[in-house]
């Protein structure tokens, strides 16, 4: 019996230390400012999708146009191609039952074709090290 829990114990720990030592996923830092007409946008969303490998993330804009990717393992995202997005900022409204939803802001400063990543032109790749994306939105 005592060798069958040496053998177990083993064999935990060998998963364990070869999880532990399995190399991490690589980030490339991003980040970038957000245009439109020449002046920085104060508010809304950039979108970053990899639809290959599942990842999709969000970054805020700044008061000053600017925007940086952080996730929960670091900052940027996972290296590869991904196609961008720029969103207003999502539409707030009370917690509960409402009777009629929020209606949306005209927002003229976030032409429609760059809200999706299906209709969007942009796309980077992102590669080790520093990624600046600078972003200018034109009708």
């Not at 019996?1 to 690589?26: D, H, K, N, Q, W």
Request: with cysteine; glycine share 10%.
């Amino acid at each position: 019996m005592g060798t069958m829990r040496s053998v177990c114990f083993f064999g935990v720990l060998v998963l364990i230390v070869s999880l532990g030592c399995a190399p991490g996923e690589e980030l490339g830092r991003i980040h970038g400012e957000v245009l439109f007409e020449g002046q920085p946008l104060d508010r809304g969303v950039v979108m970053f999708a990899n639809q290959a490998t599942g990842v999709y993330m969000t970054a805020p804009l700044q008061a000053d146009g600017t925007y940086r990717v952080e996730m929960a393992k670091g900052s940027g995202l996972p290296l590869g191609e991904y196609q961008v997005a720029v969103a207003p900022p999502v539409l707030d409204h009370p917690i509960g039952p409402i009777l009629n939803p929020p209606q949306a802001a005209d927002e003229p400063q976030f032409p429609l074709k760059y809200r999706s990543w299906d209709t969007s032109p942009l796309r980077i790749t992102i590669v080790r090290g520093d990624n600046e994306f600078n972003i200018e939105l034109a009708e």
